[in-house]
């Protein structure tokens, strides 16, 4: 019997030779190992991974309802925090008011302590600085001088030489000899000048670059000083615009005003006050005093255009007429904060 050849496609062994087309032999050969799986592809069979959800499938139902987050949702949110049980405790009103007093005071002390430290060193730094610039003025001055000393020393050396080479090359008498010991007694003493001129050049580049590098100091002391006073202020006026913040200087007396308008203005009015009325989750009734009121102080104090009217009032018109009602308000941030202007 002949030796079996290796089949390389499946690893199993070929027929002999005059028996590769009996049809019985092929019947009786075993059958092919199955293909391996490629385990790149996702089997249809096996389990879905669901990810983990952060939302429950409820609180989704609910945000689809609402919608995109605007003014009104957030106005709605806080609403109903405000409505809950125990926030409307005048204890801790007043508990919150007088740590908010407290905070206004240690605030105020701060701000006037850093105002009091930005007003020593800017006086500071600018009599230091205007005192420098007439060093650095006098410096470069001595320099320029110094600089053209140096170039006529060069000159004069330049011109002893020659004259010294001149001399040596036409006699060498006595006279001459002395004439030339003279002229190199003088150079030796224009070379030891042009020397100490450019030390005195270099003392006074250092000197220099030392009164620039104090000036760029006071420079950075000054600009830390002046972020410390806008912090100051900006927690000054956040404190104050929270103190003022109650909603008294926001309400609206009750009855009824159609009656001053034209019956299709009256109407439109009442129309729109239900509607907006209709469109609150919180139960709180729009009346046709809140539309105009709100409306008539957004534009007057905002001034974001020119439609209605001629804006007649500035910032100061509108916080002196705002301090007969409530002296705190002496800014108008912080009017805006009174009347819930954003």
Do not use: C
């Amino acid at each position: 019997m002949a030796k079996e050849d290796i089949n390389p496609a499946n690893g199993t062994a070929a027929p002999e030779q005059g028996q590769q087309n009996n049809p019985e032999t092929a019947q009786q050969a075993p059958a092919a190992e199955p293909a391996k799986r490629d385990r790149r592809k996702k089997d249809p069979n096996e389990p879905t991974l669901v990810p983990f959800q952060l939302i429950t499938a409820a609180n989704r139902e609910r945000l689809a309802l609402i919608g995109k987050a605007d003014n009104d949702t957030l106005t709605a949110l806080l609403d109903a925090y405000e409505s809950k049980p125990g926030n409307a405790d005048n204890t801790q009103l007043l508990q919150a008011n007088t740590e908010l007093k407290k905070e206004l005071a240690e605030l105020q002390r701060k701000l006037t302590v850093a105002l009091e430290e930005k007003s020593s060193y800017v006086t500071a730094a600018s009599s230091h600085s205007e005192q420098q610039k007439q060093e650095i003025t006098a410096l470069k001055q001595q320099l320029s001088s110094k600089d053209e000393l140096i170039a006529a020393s060069e000159q004069q050396v330049t011109a002893l030489q020659k004259q010294i080479s001149d001399m040596e090359q036409e006699s060498s008498n006595a006279d001459q000899s002395a004439k030339i010991q003279e002229l190199q007694t003088k150079l030796q003493e224009m070379t030891a000048r042009a020397t100490k001129a450019e030390d005195e050049v270099k003392d006074n580049r250092k000197l220099i670059k030392g009164l620039n590098d104090a000036k760029h100091e006071l420079e950075k002391q000054v600009n830390e000083l002046n972020q410390r006073l806008d912090e100051a202020r900006d927690a000054y006026l956040n404190t104050e615009r929270a103190e003022v913040a109650q909603p008294q200087h926001n309400l609206y007396p009750e009855g009824d005003i159609l009656h001053y308008f034209p019956t299709i203005t009256a109407k439109m009015l009442e129309e729109t006050a239900s509607r907006l009325t209709a469109k609150r989750k919180d139960g709180l009734t729009v009346t046709p005093q809140m539309i105009l009121g709100d409306m008539f102080n957004k534009y007057t104090i905002q001034r974001l255009t020119n439609w209605f009217y001629w804006p007649v009032m500035d910032d100061k018109d509108i916080t002196d007429i705002a301090q007969d009602v409530d002296p705190r308000l002496t800014t108008i941030r912080m009017v805006k904060a009174a009347l819930g202007i954003d």
